[in-house]
């Protein structure tokens, strides 16, 4: 009976492991495998005892799954009582793994799970490691320290931007307690974020969880960016660059917000995330598009499906798809699109493109940087 639950304990650990770890378990189960045959020829095992060692394995996967994740410490520091005006900018992304990576995927998920959604936990980071295998991950770490170093460019003296991350390290309160030990008494954190999502309720208690006052550090931040001018006709522009502007009118752009649920839109990230679109929208249409051309949609197969079918309809011969939400940029997110999109019928050729306006985008920099500067002049006690 031993051999049989330890059996379906490493060939649960070898679903969720990969690379060198994977190939051991694989082994050990294997060796596990060859016992539990003899045992079986043997008529060792019942159908009850078959059922309770895996069940049994399967709790002692998710226990060690715990204990695996990545673990964020919660350093004592030094109460300041003297006035520090040294200023820390963090810019917070959602952000992930640029790889497969156990520790970080198995907290992001335990994170952003519900409580009963727990026992699923081992299914989950399968389904994770194969979405790694089948799409190409973003390099996080190369853009955001790129953006980092332009913005601390722009804001000159007198600012240290530090870089962190929901869903990757260093996490929201790691950074916090970096910016804190390295002798910051004001924090300004810059969500990188287009609404008040759940995302941005996740950063608001990574920043309680650390308690900056109680260090006397004083702590300001800025807006999610739905309501930026300067960022709508930063996408805009892209969309510009991708088209041949004098062939417009046999063009169609798709504009797609977030993996929302029908229903969703009387909710208050979701109506500023429609009205950034709506936004983009107005100003392609300021472009000369006309407004049959320009379609907007949540990130749901059915709507997408049907907006794609109306541009077909007007005629154009290439359709532009452009993520408005930084979680589009995800490995998740990304997949549902480009499996959606595999699965609408393209049976007249009409050329389907993706668009992103979040990553090198200057005028992002620049409304960053206006938005850190005003808040700063602001008051702080």
């Not at 045992?39 to 002692?60: M, Q």
């Not at 999109?341 to 206006?370: C, F, M, P, T």
């Amino acid at each position: 009976m031993i051999q049989m639950f330890f059996f379906f304990f490493l060939i649960i650990m070898t679903l969720v492991l990969k690379g060198i770890f994977q190939r051991i378990f694989l082994f050990g189960a294997f060796l596990m495998l060859v016992g539990v045959m003899s045992g079986w020829k043997k008529g060792s095992y019942s159908l009850k005892k078959i059922i309770l060692c895996g069940l049994s394995a399967y709790l002692l996967g998710i226990i060690a799954l715990l204990l695996l994740q990545h673990n964020i410490k919660h350093e004592k520091l030094a109460v300041n009582y003297l006035e520090n005006n040294q200023t820390a900018v963090i810019l917070l992304y959602e952000g992930e793994p640029a790889t497969y990576q156990l520790p970080y995927v198995t907290r992001n998920l335990i994170q952003s799970n519900r409580p009963w959604e727990l026992p699923l936990l081992p299914l989950q980071l399968f389904r994770q490691k194969l979405l790694y295998e089948s799409t190409n991950s973003l390099e996080n770490a190369y853009y955001t320290n790129n953006f980092k170093q332009k913005l601390t460019n722009i804001l000159g003296n007198g600012y240290t931007v530090y870089t962190g991350y929901l869903n990757n390290t260093p996490y929201v309160e790691e950074v916090i307690q970096q910016a804190m030990e390295e002798g910051n008494g004001r924090l300004i954190i810059s969500p990188v974020l287009l609404s008040e999502s759940h995302s941005l309720k996740r950063i608001y208690q990574g920043i309680l969880s650390v308690n900056p006052q109680q260090y006397r550090v004083k702590i300001k931040n800025t807006n999610p960016l739905w309501d930026s001018e300067a960022l709508a006709r930063s996408f805009v522009e892209r969309i510009l660059q991708q088209i041949d502007y004098r062939y417009k009118s046999r063009i169609g752009v798709l504009l797609v917000g977030g993996d929302h649920q029908k229903g969703m839109e009387t909710q208050l990230h979701v109506k500023q995330e429609i009205l950034f679109q709506e936004k983009v929208r107005d100003l392609l249409l300021i472009e000369g598009f006309d407004a049959q051309q320009v379609r907007r949609s949540l990130l749901n197969k059915k709507d997408i499906h049907y907006e794609m079918d109306l541009l077909m309809e007007q005629g154009v011969r290439q359709i532009l798809i452009m993520q408005v939400s930084p979680s589009g940029e995800g490995v998740e997110m990304r997949h549902k699109l480009e499996k959606i999109i595999d699965q609408r019928d393209n049976d007249l050729g009409v050329e389907i493109g993706h668009v992103s306006g979040w990553r090198y985008n200057d005028q992002l920099l620049l409304e960053l940087a206006k938005r850190i500067e005003l808040i700063n002049l602001q008051k702080w006690d």
